[in-house]
T-cell receptor, first 115, second 110 residues
Framework: GAGVSQSPSNKVTEKGKDVELRCDPISGHTALYWYRQSLGQGLEFLIYFQGNSAPDKSGLPSDRFSAERTGGSVSTLTIQRTQQEDSAVYLC?????????????FGSGTQLSVL | AQRVTQPEKLLSVFKGAPVELKCNYSYSGSPELFWYVQYSRQRLQLLLRHISRESIKGFTADLNKGETSFHLKKPFAQEEDSAMYYCALSGLTGANNLFFGTGTRLTVIP
């Protein structure tokens, strides 16, 4: 594949609705990350998947946020009952290298707007 | 807990002038540090990492454990260096997360 693919590229939703964001990592990459990029806030870590290990969910801001990674490949980030403060760019990244050589390849992101 | 601080949100320098983007960190163990860059309308990408001791596009970064800093430097800025720069830290905490600072937007004035 050409790189990390995210869909949709833009999503506009109404407050209270659920949304699903998809990430297709580079084939063979065992590590997958989700970040949120808000204006003036930098990149906020959300969740990290590594192989078959239990994911690190320590960055999820509330129980409205959840993520899955099926078959060690595609990942879906779900936001339930969206709020206006959820508006941000959601970035996915994958990597095939472990610490300390971690090199992340990022997708182009999903711009989420909650009205 | 790990933290990465980039004190400057915006930095402007003239073409040909030296540039330094500051990054300070806090981490109880031995971290690995990285710089990522996002050019206009492009994806976020790795610029350089401390462990590789590399110089990429003329940029270097030295890890100063005493000052807990990993400042990014270039002796002569070019217009194409204008971008958003993020400092990032990874620690062997069992999850190997990569934590980013808030970023510095560098503008090189022609």
């Amino acid at each position: 594949g050409a790189g990390v693919s995210q869909s949709p590229s833009n999503k506009v939703t109404e407050k209270g609705k659920d949304v699903e964001l998809r990430c297709d990592p580079i084939s063979g990459h065992t590590a997958l990350y989700w970040y949120r990029q808000s204006l003036g806030q930098g990149l906020e870590f959300l969740i990290y998947f590594q192989g078959n290990s239990a994911p690190d969910k320590s960055g999820l801001p509330s129980d409205r946020f959840s993520a899955e990674r099926t078959g060690g490949s595609v990942s879906t980030l779900t936001i339930q009952r969206t709020q206006q403060e959820d508006s941000a760019v959601y970035l996915c990244a994958s990597s095939d290298q472990g610490w300390p050589n971690e090199k992340l390849f990022f997708g182009s992101g999903t711009q989420l707007s909650v009205l | 807990a790990q933290r990465v601080t980039q004190p400057e949100k915006l930095l402007s320098v003239f073409k040909g002038a030296p540039v330094e983007l500051k990054c300070n960190y806090s981490y109880s163990g031995s971290p690995e540090l990285f710089w990522y860059v996002q050019y206009s309308r492009q994806r976020l990408q790795l610029l350089l990492r401390h462990i590789s001791r590399e110089s990429i596009k003329g940029f270097t970064a030295d890890l100063n454990k005493g000052e807990t800093s990993f400042h990014l430097k270039k002796p002569f800025a070019q217009e194409e260096d204008s971008a958003m720069y993020y400092c990032a830290l990874s620690g062997l905490t069992g999850a190997n997360n990569l934590f980013f600072g808030t970023g510095t937007r560098l503008t090189v004035i022609p």
